[in-house]
């Protein structure tokens, strides 16, 4: 069982910065696997923000995000990380680390039911 556990998230004002982490634990090579950012606002379904597989290169970002957030990881601490910048007032939302079964992502895709574990949430704020 792999068990994920967000931290970072906060209010903000439009412009600034956030760094999201999710801490992944419970299983050896917990944290060697595809991972992925997902963010939920009310009333809206569940949308990719970006993800992460185990190789170089291996990066993917949702379009709303693009060129503003990073996505990383540091496998020595089971962590991932989320950097967001130029935030805006609609990236606020519940933001949910996933956890696949699979080594590595599936090529050009983002999408939840590709993700078999998740956290409980942080919640982002950015006010305009």
């Known amino acids: 069982q792999v068990q994920l556990v967000e931290s970072g998230g906060g209010s903000v004002q439009a412009g600034g910065s956030l760094r999201l982490s999710c801490v992944v634990s419970g299983n050896t090579y917990s944290s060697r696997r595809c991972m992925g950012w997902f963010r939920q606002a009310p009333g809206k379904e569940r949308e990719g923000v970006a993800r992460?597989?185990?190789?170089?290169?291996?990066?993917y970002y949702g379009d709303s995000v693009k060129g503003r957030f990073t996505i990383s990881r540091d496998n020595a601490k089971n962590t991932v990380y989320l950097q967001m910048n130029s935030l805006k007032a609609e990236d606020t939302a519940m933001y949910y680390c996933?956890?696949?079964?699979?080594?590595?992502?599936?090529?050009?895709?983002?999408?939840?039911?590709?993700?078999?574990?998740w956290g409980q949430g942080t919640q982002v704020t950015v006010s305009s």
């Open positions: 996933g956890a696949s079964s699979r080594y590595n992502c599936y090529l050009g895709s983002l999408m939840p039911q590709e993700y078999d574990y």
């Open positions: 992460i597989g185990t190789g170089a290169g291996s990066t």
